[in-house]
Structures are given as C-alpha cells and as structure tokens.
C-alpha cells in the first residue's frame, strides 16, 4: 500500500474508499490533487470537522495537494446528509461571512502557499448556474432509484425530504467534476456521511469524462461511551476562542476517558505512534495531558496551550499559574454581606440556572476551595476566602472558576 495511505490506515482514519488498490497505485506514481469540503453554515468550525482536515496534513507531509472547499454555494440550500430536518435557509451575506471566518480559522492550522494547499468556494460555479442546462447535463446522469438507496437519503424519507434538499447530491459531485476540470483534483475525502455524494461524484466523472477518480472516506469518531465525540458541557467543541475558551477546549480533552486516548491521539496529533504507545504505557494521566497539550497548541497556538496547561495544573493543585484559570472578578462587598452558593455557582457560569445549582450542590458536585457545599441554603462569606483574597470554585472533577475578589 502506497506509504501515505498506510499511515492514514494506521492512525484509525479509514473507513471507505470506492477503488483502494487503485488510488495505492496512483499516489505511487506521484502526487495527487485532492479536496475536502467544508460547510460554513455556522461561523465556527467545531473539531467534529477537523478530521478530514487532519488527514489532509498527513497527505501533504507525503507531497500530496489538498484544495480545501469552502461550500458557500451548496450551503444555500444544506446538505441532508446525517440530518433528520432540513436546514435553516442562511441569508447569502452570511454565508460569506462564515466562509470568511471558517478559511481564518483554517489558516491557523494549514498554510495556505495557493500551491500545495489552497482553498476555493464553490459558490464561484454554482451561484448563476443555468438550472436548464445543469438538468440537461447533470441531472441526466443520475438515478432517482439509485440515490433513494443511500443511507442519508433513507433516513431522511422517514421525516420528509424536500425537493431542494433532492438536489444537494448532484451540485456536489458537480463540485468534484469543476475542480478536476480546474485544477485536475483526483479524489475527495470526508466523512463516512458523505459517501454517497462523494460516490456520486466519482460516477459522475466516469460517466462525463471517462476519467478514474477516488473517494475515500473515514469513521464518524464516537467516544468509547457510544457518544458522539466533541459534544462538550457546553454544546459542540467549537474552534473559536470566544465560543469554546482555550482552557475549556483543553479541558475536554484532558478529561477523555482512558480508553479513547490512544485513538484520539493518533486522529488528532501528528505524533508518532511509538511516542504515542509510550505515552499510554507509561502513564494514562500523563498521556491525557499530552493530548489536551498537542491538540489545544494544534488548534489554538503554543501560547494558548501553555496557558491552558498552567491553569489546568494550578486547579488540580499540581503547580502551575492560577492566572491562566477562567477568572472573574466580584466586589469585596458582595462576601462582606455574604451570597448564597447558589446564587455563587450561577453568577460564576458554573451552573445555567438556579435549579441546576441546587441539584449539583445536592449531589455533592459543588467545592468551595477543597470543601464540599452540600447545604443549598449555605452562604459564602469573607472567612471562605484565602489569604489573596481569591476564591476557587469547582462543579463536579472538570469545571473550575477562580474568583478574584477587588
């Protein structure tokens, strides 16, 4: 098997490909033009996203190119691939906005040379398409009974499929058909949601242009709970820092669950596997540490990390700067009269609502310093503060708030 491939099968990214022997023999012969497309629906990736993006590092460490396709287009009508409702209808100004925002992002983890990794919208080819002609040509090609047999469109006949949402497949392998015509792009990977429209676009090729291209596509990453990986306390693990905070981004991944750390280290760390194996036999916290440390630096920078992991230590007690804790700050005055730990929970953002306060307090969730508030009606006062004038909150083993007090 050609070389990048087997790294790619290694590191647990494959799932399906539609010809493998013969990509394997075609990446042997030279480098090979790839894309993967992202959808800027929301103005924030979240990692969800990013493991396509992941293995298109590993594919152009090999030479490789990759086109990174920004579907300011096809996102004006949504893809209802893995949904069970349409999608809400996105003005076209915002879809611009979000693809602006999405490839900033991006650039942050690619480096865009216009050469060897580049990126287009396929709004570009798709905004004053002539429906007429596009039927005649395109739609000509494709099978109703045949697209009615993927998965994504079964599941979507069971809640209703409009008609619009009938014709994402084609304008996606539409996509694959412009960018081999314009920039000889060979094969598109993504999720295993997207098998069939990545199938569809390599039918297409064939059948308009009598060419072989691929398609390969990798697992949807569940944790080893059976849930959907990157779903945080909070909603998705997005990219952007005013969303999901650095530390926060780091914390979810510092409290993976031990039987996830090995395969989220291979997907989501360029790390070597026999560093990796190490890690993990060595020791699993350490490990755990090593992955929120790699991803977050990945994702956010080495400054960003080094802060996250400095306020990750200082809250479990293990060293580190309490400066790089989420702070807030609360006027002396408030303690003087006292405020109760409900209302102290709720103002630190560490519950959403009273009524979230008093079930985590009454489950022995809520720490004041290293003490455990049981009592709902408990007040805080001067005498819980140390000798800084600080207070430091926890909710449950994963959420900390530091409380400065002026």
């Known amino acids: 098997m050609n070389e990048a491939l087997k790294v790619l099968q290694e590191r647990g990214f494959f799932q399906q490909c539609t ?4 990509l394997s023999e075609r990446m042997d012969k030279g ?6 497309g992202i959808d800027p629906t929301g103005p924030s990736l979240h990692i969800g996203h990013m493991l396509p993006v992941f293995a298109a590092r590993h594919l152009c460490a090999f030479g490789h190119k ?4 920004a579907g300011g287009g096809t996102a004006r009508i949504g893809d209802p691939s893995g949904k069970t409702e349409m999608r809400k ?15 900033a992002q991006l650039g942050r983890f690619l480096d865009f040379d216009g050469k060897t990794i ?20 395109i739609g000509s090609q494709f099978s109703v009974n045949r697209m009615l047999s993927f998965e994504s469109y079964k599941r979507r006949m069971e809640t209703g499929l409009s008609f619009i949402e009938f014709n994402y497949q084609l304008l996606q392998s539409y996509d694959f058909l412009m960018l081999n015509e314009k920039h000889n792009i060979e094969m598109q ?24 291209v691929f398609g390969l596509t990798f697992a949807l990453v569940t944790r080893a709970d059976g849930q959907k990986m990157g779903k945080s306390e909070k909603g998705a693990l997005f990219l952007d820092p005013e969303l999901v905070s650095p530390y926060e981004f780091f914390q979810y991944w510092r409290n993976t669950m031990d039987a996830d750390v090995r395969k989220f280290m291979l997907l989501f760390t360029f790390l070597p596997i026999e560093e990796i194996d190490s890690y993990i036999a060595e020791n699993i916290n350490k490990a755990k540490e090593k992955l929120a440390y790699e991803v977050t630096r990945l994702i956010h920078g080495k400054e960003a990390a080094d802060s996250a992991l400095e306020g990750a230590r ?11 804790m989420p702070t807030i700050e609360m006027p002396y005055t408030v303690f003087e009269k006292g405020i109760d730990i409900v209302a102290l929970f709720v103002e630190a953002q560490l519950a959403s609502s009273k009524s979230e306060a008093r079930r985590l307090i009454e489950q022995g969730g809520a720490f004041v310093g290293e003490a455990t508030i049981k009592d709902i009606k408990a007040m805080i006062n001067t005498e819980n503060l140390n000798s800084e004038k600080e207070l430091i909150l926890r909710a449950g083993k994963k959420r900390f708030v530091r409380i400065i007090v002026r």
């Open 19 to 22: 010809n493998l022997e013969g």
């Open 31 to 36: 480098p090979i033009s790839f894309y993967v």
């Open 66 to 69: 990759a086109c990174i396709l």
């Open 89 to 103: 209808m996105l003005s076209y100004e915002t879809l611009d906005k979000n693809v602006e925002s999405i490839i």
């Open 118 to 137: 580049f990126h287009a919208n396929n709004k570009d080819w798709l905004a004053n398409l002539n429906y007429i002609d596009f039927l005649r040509e």
């Open 189 to 212: 990977i993504g999720g295993d949601d997207q098998w069939g429209n990545i199938v569809a676009g390599v039918d297409l090729i064939r059948r308009l242009r009598s060419k072989e």
């Open 314 to 324: 200082a809250a479990f007690g293990a060293g580190g700067d309490k400066s790089s």
